[in-house]
């Protein structure tokens, strides 16, 4: 496929590779945007923004909606970009897809609902006759940086918002999955939208990011992705909006009293979909003692059940990872555990950009699988005494995402919410659940900002105070 910049489809004679990452062959390639092109983007994009900020909301409604009318007439095709792209299995493509479309849809309605609020000046000395309210106004130019794993509707987190609030953006989208992101912006230009409102640059990050964050024309950052990459570009940035949308590894607590069944459950549902590459992804699992055992008898058959394979097969459970050097990386971790006195009880082997979905039980808190993001198909199973030692292991980590216990206890399930530093807490459900309007971001490393096309429209809006002085 062609990028999209300063209104056009423009091709390069240098190219990414595009891979299917359960085999390795090339699905499509992309163009190696240059610095020179994003500046071009950029330019484009300020035209972008101006004719953006005069479409009335109605309009901009208008082409939002009928940019999720098409995405659904398209659902079939998008879910298997994504799954051929990203490595997961078809279900969970599909069901991306059609989450996507939602995204767009929500924003498409927050166009309609941009509001400001009157101020009653009164309530200050000397106010009294003088009129106030507030005006909530576009940022301008929106840059939108996402990472692989969900590689259509983390854009459309960004873009939906971006525009639905009157901005133009310019989409880069992760070198590994751009394919579902450029699928995104025909649909928006066939909807209706001005050519120049939209950009999409496929280049590498780390050749091109500078040149996109560090410009002055860009007002507002929403960057998705790993927690080193968004600590630089907060660097680079400067005096910009940013929304940081970062990594965890997140805990799932499991009371004595929680239904053990329900719990395995949840464990595989919330630990190994997309192959463990989920930023909210069950990851250290934390089991009151007297239910250690029995949990990792009912867990373990579950997860050696997950078959694993091309994930275009209907019959495979769970695809491959993204890239080989993370599959390679997994499997170094789970050995350093093992090597450290944990237990592996099943998975762990690795074939390619395959690894058998793990559990390691009898994990300590030191080890890298349990105190860095794993961001693969692996558990890391402890064990603690009392709830206020699971919620300090739980808020032992420089990450703050997601976290999840399971309780019928309401005193055990609302200590949990208040004393867990995390942006997501989850009673009765894994860390991995997530409705698309809901407000959703980080505490501490996890980042700063929320998405949820509500929320995401107030960080992609300004706020002006206009005063009518002499109103009596
Ligand atoms: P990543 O390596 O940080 O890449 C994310 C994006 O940043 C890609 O588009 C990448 O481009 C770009 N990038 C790289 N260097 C850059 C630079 N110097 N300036 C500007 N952009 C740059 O992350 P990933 O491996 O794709 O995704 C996995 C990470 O994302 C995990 O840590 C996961 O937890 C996190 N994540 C968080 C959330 C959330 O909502 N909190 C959701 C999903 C994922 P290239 O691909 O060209 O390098």
Known sequence: MQMFLDGEWVDRPAKIDVKNPFDGSVIDTVPKASKADV?????????????????????????????????????????????????????EGMFEASRSKETIELSAEEAKRIMGEVLPLDGAPGGADRFGFTLRVPCGVVAAITPFNFPLNLVCHKVGPALAAGNSVIIKPASDTPLSALKLVKILLEAGLPPEAIACITGSGGEVGDTLCADARIRKISF???????????????????????????????????????????????????AGQVCISAQRVVVMEPVYHEFLERLTPRVKALKTGNQLDSATK?????????????????????????????????????????????????????????????????????????????????????????????????????????????????????????????????????????YAVKEMTETKMVVIHGVS
Not at 59 to 84: C, F, N, P, V, W
Request: with cysteine; glycine share 10%; aromatic share 4%.
């Open 224 to 274: 998705t992705g790993s927690r080193e990459i968004g600590e630089h570009i907060c660097r680079v940035a400067g005096l910009k909006k940013v929304t940081m949308e970062l990594g965890s590894n997140s805990p799932l607590i499991v009371m004595p009293d929680a239904n053990l069944d329900k719990v395995a459950d949840a464990t595989v549902a919330t630990g190994f979909s997309n």
């Open 39 to 91: 500046e071009r983007a950029i330019t484009g994009a300020v035209r972008g923004a101006e004719i953006m900020r005069r479409l009335p909301g109605h309009e901009r409604y208008k082409i939002l909606h009928r940019a999720s009318e098409l995405m659904q007439a398209q659902l079939e095709d998008l879910g298997r970009t994504i799954s051929s792209e990203e490595g997961k299995i078809l279900g």
């Open 318 to 454: 769970m695809g491959p990872m993204i890239r080989e050097s993370d599959a390679v990386r997994v499997t170094q971790w789970i050995d350093e555990a093992v090597s450290g006195g944990a237990k592996l009880l099943t998975g762990g082997q690795r074939s390619g950009t395959l690894v058998e979905p793990a559990v390691v039980a009898d994990v300590n808190p030191a080890m890298k699988i349990s105190c860095d993001e794993l961001f693969g198909p692996a558990v890391a199973i402890q064990k603690a005494k009392t709830i206020d030692d699971a919620i300090a292991v739980a808020n032992d980590t420089r990450y703050g995402l997601s976290a999840a216990i399971f309780t019928e206890n309401l005193n055990w399930a609302l200590k949990f919410a208040r004393h867990v530093d995390s942006g997501n807490i989850h009673v009765n459900w894994g860390p991995q659940w997530r409705a698309d309007l809901m407000p959703y971001g980080g505490l501490k490393d996890s980042g700063m900002g929320k998405e949820g096309p509500r």
